[in-house]
């Protein structure tokens, strides 16, 4: 008994839409601002803000302070430190 293969090709050629993409697409998360406080050299005391994506306010602080240790942001606080020990404010990023 000898065994035969086949190959075919197909031609089909498949559509998707965005709209069906869309539609198993998780929600968009909130965003949510967040001031973390900071205080310079000198001692004037100042904040930093965030704007972060996140499912609530206790993971977007989570999120600006990991945010705020990298490089770029102390690049930007002009050697201005974080001050951890003040509380940072969080506030959903449309007002509300």
Do not use: K
Request: aromatic fraction near 4%; proline fraction near 8%; hydrophobic fraction near 45%.
């Amino acid at each position: 008994m000898t065994l035969a293969s086949a190959s075919r090709t197909s031609t089909h050629t498949w559509t998707v839409r965005t709209t069906d993409v869309a539609a198993f697409a998780p929600p968009p998360l909130p965003v949510w601002l967040v001031s973390i406080p900071t205080t310079a050299s000198d001692g004037r005391q100042g904040v930093q803000l965030f704007a972060v994506p996140a499912s609530s306010a206790h993971d977007a602080i989570g999120l600006a302070t990991l945010r705020a240790a990298t490089a770029g942001s102390a690049a930007r606080r002009r050697g201005a430190a974080l001050d951890l020990d003040r509380p940072a404010t969080v506030r959903p990023a449309g007002g509300l």
